[in-house]
């Protein structure tokens, strides 16, 4: 009788722990992020370098590091010389509560990659790929010109749902509504991940770490457990989404 009452305790404290372990984590990140601007006059890190910037030549490198088919580069990361952690299940770019083994990676290497996901819709427009196309004339942000740096998301849970029996990884913090040609419409995958018990962390552009639970309408997979925090932009993704115009 007293096994029974303690191991439900003690899963609950396990999960705790994971998820106090993951809020470190992306306080380094969000510190590492500071850091980044810090020593490039304030502008807020790119999500990656890739087609429209390399013009097809050499890897894709990402905030993480480059994905080749003969591996992951993580020291090219743009975070490596702030954050110097590999990239592996047990690093501050992997979720303890999201192991190697319980999504199917994401790129080229098939490998390790992050469970996190960076605001680059936000912060780095231009640089991000998928989305660049349409929303890259919005501006690359510094990190001081962000608005409501308190609420708006850098880091956070993430994870995409494109069928199958497990999630994919996602390293890219995708909004619950996307621009394209002057307006915007609702995204059917947003990447925010609701794995803490039914709750999302995140750090956000001043650096503080909290968590979230979704509304009743916020999750767009269920069985995943992965939508996002609301179903407007503002304020934790793109807090000036309204003052977006289309490319002249």
């Known amino acids: 009788m007293l096994l029974?009452?303690?191991?439900?305790a003690l899963g609950t404290a396990r999960r705790e722990g994971m998820a106090a372990e993951c809020g470190a984590s992306l306080?380094?990140?969000?510190?590492?992020?500071q850091m980044y601007a810090s020593d490039h006059d304030d502008r807020a890190m790119p999500l990656s370098y890739w087609s429209i910037?390399?013009?097809?030549?050499?890897?894709?490198?990402?905030?993480?590091g480059a994905d080749t088919p003969g591996?992951?580069?993580?020291?090219?990361?743009?975070l490596w010389p702030y954050l110097q952690n590999?990239?592996?299940?047990?690093?501050v770019f992997a979720c303890p509560e999201q192991p190697w083994g319980s999504y199917r990676p994401q790129?080229?290497?098939?490998?390790v990659t992050s469970t996190y996901g960076y605001n680059g819709y936000y912060l780095s427009p231009p640089h991000t790929p998928g989305w660049a196309f349409g929303i890259?004339?919005?501006?690359?942000?510094?990190?001081?010109?962000?608005?409501?740096?308190?609420?708006?998301?850098?880091?956070?849970?993430?994870?995409?749902?494109l069928g199958?029996?497990?999630?994919?990884?996602?390293?890219l913090l995708d909004p619950p509504q996307l621009f394209s040609a002057g307006s915007w419409s609702d995204n059917d995958s947003p990447t925010t991940a609701f794995r803490h018990r039914g709750s999302v962390q995140a750090a956000h552009v001043d650096g503080h770490v909290a968590r979230y639970t979704p509304g009743a309408d916020d999750l767009t997979s269920k069985r995943f457990a992965i939508g996002s925090v609301g179903r407007s932009n503002a304020p934790h993704y793109v807090p000036d989404w309204r003052a977006w115009r289309a490319a002249r």
Do not use: C, Q
């Open 4 to 8: 029974a009452v303690l191991l439900p």
């Open 27 to 33: 306080r380094e990140l969000g510190r590492a992020l």
């Open 53 to 64: 910037d390399l013009i097809g030549t050499g890897p894709v490198v990402y905030w993480w």
């Open 71 to 78: 591996g992951v580069e993580h020291r090219v990361g743009f």
């Open 86 to 91: 590999d990239l592996s299940g047990d690093t």
């Open 107 to 111: 790129g080229a290497a098939k490998a």
């Open 136 to 161: 890259g004339h919005m501006p690359w942000l510094g990190l001081s010109k962000t608005k409501d740096p308190a609420r708006v998301f850098a880091f956070a849970d993430t994870l995409i749902d």
């Open 164 to 171: 199958g029996s497990r999630p994919f990884n996602s390293a």
